[in-house]
Protein backbone atom coordinates (compact mmCIF):
# COMPACT_ATOMS: atom_id res chain seq x y z
CA UNK A 1 0.00 0.00 0.00
CA UNK A 2 0.98 3.74 -0.94
CA UNK A 3 1.65 4.40 3.08
CA UNK A 4 3.89 1.11 3.65
CA UNK A 5 5.98 2.30 0.55
CA UNK A 6 6.31 6.11 1.71
CA UNK A 7 7.08 5.16 5.29
CA UNK A 8 10.07 2.44 4.01
CA UNK A 9 11.64 5.19 2.25
CA UNK A 10 11.35 8.21 4.36
CA UNK A 11 14.25 9.79 5.81
CA UNK A 12 14.31 12.55 8.65
CA UNK A 13 15.23 15.90 7.78
CA UNK A 14 15.01 17.69 10.85
CA UNK A 15 13.17 17.32 14.49
CA UNK A 16 11.97 19.87 16.57
CA UNK A 17 11.43 19.68 20.40
CA UNK A 18 8.59 20.99 22.39
CA UNK A 19 9.50 19.74 25.72
CA UNK A 20 6.60 17.11 25.72
CA UNK A 21 7.51 15.67 22.54
CA UNK A 22 9.07 16.33 19.15
CA UNK A 23 7.93 16.85 15.53
CA UNK A 24 10.10 14.80 12.78
CA UNK A 25 9.83 16.29 9.38
CA UNK A 26 10.17 13.29 7.25
CA UNK A 27 11.14 13.96 3.74
CA UNK A 28 9.72 11.09 1.51
CA UNK A 29 10.97 10.32 -2.29
CA UNK A 30 8.59 12.71 -5.17
CA UNK A 31 8.42 8.77 -6.83
CA UNK A 32 6.56 7.55 -4.00
CA UNK A 33 2.60 6.95 -4.64
CA UNK A 34 1.03 9.28 -3.01
CA UNK A 35 -1.87 7.81 -0.61
CA UNK A 36 -5.86 8.72 -1.27
CA UNK A 37 -6.75 7.66 2.15
CA UNK A 38 -9.48 10.04 4.46
CA UNK A 39 -6.42 10.71 6.65
CA UNK A 40 -4.36 11.36 3.44
CA UNK A 41 -5.11 15.22 3.24
CA UNK A 42 -3.59 16.20 6.26
CA UNK A 43 -4.57 13.58 9.01
CA UNK A 44 -3.14 12.97 11.59
CA UNK A 45 -3.19 9.35 11.64
CA UNK A 46 -2.74 7.93 15.42
CA UNK A 47 0.26 5.62 15.49
CA UNK A 48 1.29 3.20 18.07
CA UNK A 49 1.36 4.01 21.62
CA UNK A 50 5.58 3.72 23.44
CA UNK A 51 6.61 2.94 26.78
CA UNK A 52 10.35 4.31 27.73
CA UNK A 53 12.03 4.66 30.80
CA UNK A 54 12.88 8.52 30.19
CA UNK A 55 9.37 9.36 29.62
CA UNK A 56 7.40 8.15 32.72
CA UNK A 57 3.60 7.51 31.72
CA UNK A 58 4.56 6.79 28.12
CA UNK A 59 3.22 8.72 24.97
CA UNK A 60 1.49 8.52 21.50
CA UNK A 61 1.95 9.07 17.98
CA UNK A 62 0.69 10.94 14.96
CA UNK A 63 1.46 11.04 11.50
CA UNK A 64 0.66 14.15 9.72
CA UNK A 65 0.07 14.33 5.60
CA UNK A 66 0.56 17.04 2.97
CA UNK A 67 -1.01 16.17 -0.50
CA UNK A 68 -0.87 12.49 0.07
CA UNK A 69 2.36 11.90 1.75
CA UNK A 70 3.85 11.32 4.89
CA UNK A 71 5.20 14.93 6.09
CA UNK A 72 5.73 14.73 9.89
CA UNK A 73 6.12 12.29 12.94
CA UNK A 74 4.62 13.48 15.93
CA UNK A 75 5.66 12.01 19.76
CA UNK A 76 4.03 13.45 22.31
CA UNK A 77 4.38 11.92 26.17
CA UNK A 78 1.20 11.85 28.22
CA UNK A 79 3.22 13.80 30.98
CA UNK A 80 5.02 16.81 31.14
CA UNK A 81 8.63 15.63 29.37
CA UNK A 82 9.90 14.36 26.33
CA UNK A 83 13.88 13.82 26.52
CA UNK A 84 15.75 16.80 23.96
CA UNK A 85 18.10 14.10 23.03
CA UNK A 86 16.28 11.17 20.77
CA UNK A 87 18.98 8.85 22.20
CA UNK A 88 17.80 9.21 25.65
CA UNK A 89 14.88 7.36 24.92
CA UNK A 90 16.58 4.35 24.93
CA UNK A 91 14.82 1.08 24.21
CA UNK A 92 11.14 1.33 24.10
CA UNK A 93 8.52 -0.54 23.75
CA UNK A 94 5.18 -0.21 20.96
CA UNK A 95 1.64 -0.94 21.37
CA UNK A 96 -1.28 -0.21 19.68
CA UNK A 97 -1.36 2.20 16.53
CA UNK A 98 -4.23 2.16 14.15
CA UNK A 99 -6.00 -0.60 12.39
CA UNK A 100 -5.24 -2.21 9.17
CA UNK A 101 -8.87 -0.57 7.85
CA UNK A 102 -7.61 2.49 10.09
CA UNK A 103 -4.88 2.53 8.00
CA UNK A 104 -6.77 1.84 4.28
CA UNK A 105 -8.94 5.06 5.54
CA UNK A 106 -11.60 2.74 5.99
CA UNK A 107 -14.64 4.19 8.57
CA UNK A 108 -13.28 3.32 12.62
CA UNK A 109 -15.63 0.83 14.37
CA UNK A 110 -18.20 2.12 16.55
CA UNK A 111 -18.01 -0.44 18.91
CA UNK A 112 -17.02 1.06 22.38
CA UNK A 113 -13.88 0.75 23.70
CA UNK A 114 -12.62 -1.59 26.42
CA UNK A 115 -10.99 -0.24 29.24
CA UNK A 116 -6.92 0.50 29.22
CA UNK A 117 -5.10 -1.77 31.32
CA UNK A 118 -3.68 -0.63 34.62
CA UNK A 119 0.18 -0.43 34.03
CA UNK A 120 1.97 -0.85 37.33
CA UNK A 121 1.49 2.81 39.24
CA UNK A 122 -0.76 4.09 35.82
CA UNK A 123 -4.18 3.69 34.82
CA UNK A 124 -3.96 6.17 31.65
CA UNK A 125 -6.82 7.20 29.43
CA UNK A 126 -6.27 9.79 26.20
CA UNK A 127 -7.92 10.91 23.43
CA UNK A 128 -5.31 13.34 20.68
CA UNK A 129 -7.16 15.77 18.19
CA UNK A 130 -4.99 18.74 16.96
CA UNK A 131 -4.87 20.29 13.76
CA UNK A 132 -4.75 23.84 14.60
CA UNK A 133 -0.99 26.08 13.43
CA UNK A 134 -2.26 28.33 17.32
CA UNK A 135 -0.19 27.73 20.35
CA UNK A 136 -1.84 25.93 23.24
CA UNK A 137 -1.98 26.02 26.24
CA UNK A 138 -1.14 22.63 28.70
CA UNK A 139 -3.13 22.58 32.08
CA UNK A 140 -2.20 19.59 34.83
CA UNK A 141 -5.27 19.09 37.61
CA UNK A 142 -4.49 16.70 40.08
CA UNK A 143 -7.90 15.19 41.98
CA UNK A 144 -7.82 14.04 45.74
CA UNK A 145 -10.10 11.93 47.12
CA UNK A 146 -10.99 9.29 44.54
CA UNK A 147 -9.88 5.18 45.76
CA UNK A 148 -7.97 3.51 42.27
CA UNK A 149 -10.56 1.56 41.98
CA UNK A 150 -13.05 4.45 41.45
CA UNK A 151 -10.84 5.94 38.78
CA UNK A 152 -10.84 2.59 36.71
CA UNK A 153 -14.28 2.96 36.80
CA UNK A 154 -14.75 6.40 35.25
CA UNK A 155 -11.79 6.69 32.85
CA UNK A 156 -13.40 6.01 29.84
CA UNK A 157 -16.98 8.34 30.89
CA UNK A 158 -14.46 11.18 31.68
CA UNK A 159 -12.80 10.84 28.01
CA UNK A 160 -15.80 9.83 25.89
CA UNK A 161 -17.32 13.30 27.96
CA UNK A 162 -13.79 14.94 26.74
CA UNK A 163 -14.29 14.26 23.37
CA UNK A 164 -18.03 15.85 23.34
CA UNK A 165 -15.90 19.44 23.68
CA UNK A 166 -14.08 19.61 20.95
CA UNK A 167 -12.62 22.75 22.34
CA UNK A 168 -10.56 20.34 24.53
CA UNK A 169 -7.75 19.20 22.83
CA UNK A 170 -5.44 16.44 23.54
CA UNK A 171 -7.04 15.50 26.65
CA UNK A 172 -5.01 12.93 28.99
CA UNK A 173 -5.51 11.33 32.66
CA UNK A 174 -4.00 9.06 34.59
CA UNK A 175 -3.85 7.53 38.01
CA UNK A 176 -0.99 9.01 40.16
CA UNK A 177 -0.70 5.63 42.84
CA UNK A 178 2.01 7.98 44.75
CA UNK A 179 0.47 10.61 45.79
CA UNK A 180 -3.04 9.03 45.15
CA UNK A 181 -4.45 11.59 42.79
CA UNK A 182 -6.27 11.59 39.65
CA UNK A 183 -4.34 13.78 37.58
CA UNK A 184 -5.35 15.01 34.32
CA UNK A 185 -4.36 17.12 31.31
CA UNK A 186 -5.85 19.18 28.78
CA UNK A 187 -4.83 21.58 26.13
CA UNK A 188 -6.61 24.93 24.73
CA UNK A 189 -5.86 26.93 21.88
CA UNK A 190 -4.49 30.63 22.82
CA UNK A 191 -1.81 32.06 24.77
CA UNK A 192 -3.32 33.57 27.97
CA UNK A 193 -1.85 30.81 30.26
CA UNK A 194 -3.98 31.81 33.15
CA UNK A 195 -6.79 32.40 31.59
CA UNK A 196 -7.33 28.95 29.65
CA UNK A 197 -6.09 27.60 33.06
CA UNK A 198 -9.05 28.46 34.56
CA UNK A 199 -11.31 27.44 32.11
CA UNK A 200 -9.82 23.64 32.57
CA UNK A 201 -9.91 23.97 36.25
CA UNK A 202 -13.31 25.09 35.54
CA UNK A 203 -14.41 22.18 32.79
CA UNK A 204 -12.42 19.43 34.53
CA UNK A 205 -14.37 19.73 37.81
CA UNK A 206 -17.83 19.54 35.95
CA UNK A 207 -16.53 16.62 33.94
CA UNK A 208 -14.78 15.15 36.67
CA UNK A 209 -18.10 15.14 38.98
CA UNK A 210 -20.25 14.07 36.71
CA UNK A 211 -18.37 10.81 35.10
CA UNK A 212 -17.43 9.49 38.36
CA UNK A 213 -18.97 7.70 41.24
CA UNK A 214 -17.02 8.24 44.46
CA UNK A 215 -17.67 6.85 47.67
CA UNK A 216 -14.99 9.76 49.26
CA UNK A 217 -16.66 12.23 51.33
CA UNK A 218 -14.96 14.74 49.29
CA UNK A 219 -12.48 15.38 46.30
CA UNK A 220 -10.48 18.43 45.41
CA UNK A 221 -8.67 19.93 42.55
CA UNK A 222 -5.46 21.87 42.28
CA UNK A 223 -3.83 23.13 39.12
CA UNK A 224 -0.87 21.92 39.11
CA UNK A 225 0.72 23.98 35.87
CA UNK A 226 -0.53 26.18 33.23
CA UNK A 227 1.70 26.64 30.77
CA UNK A 228 1.82 27.71 27.05
CA UNK A 229 3.57 24.96 24.97
CA UNK A 230 4.27 27.07 21.11
CA UNK A 231 2.94 25.17 18.10
CA UNK A 232 6.20 24.12 16.37
Same mark, same amino acid.
Given at each position: ?? =??? $??? +? /? $???? +???????????????????????????????????? #???? *?????????? %????? &??? =????? !? @??? %?????????? %??????????? /? /? @? #????? $?????????????? @? #?????????? =?? +????????? /??????? @? =?? !??????? #????????????? &???? +?? *???? !????????????????????????? %???????? !?????????????
Amino acid at each position: MA =LQE $QLS +R /A $QVVD +RDYTVVGCYSTLMVPSDASASTATYSSHGPLSGPCF #ESQA *VEHGGGTLLW %FEAGR &ASC =LEMYA !H @GDY %FPADHSDLGE %FKLSGGASPAA /A /A @G #EPRST $QPREPKPLRGSQLI @G #EDVRWSSPMP =LV +RTRISVAGF /AEAEVRD @G =LE !HLLAEFR #ERSWIIQPAAFWD &AVRG +RL *VVTT !HYEGADADACGRAASDEVSDCVIAC %FNFASEGI !HFDVEESVVVPKS
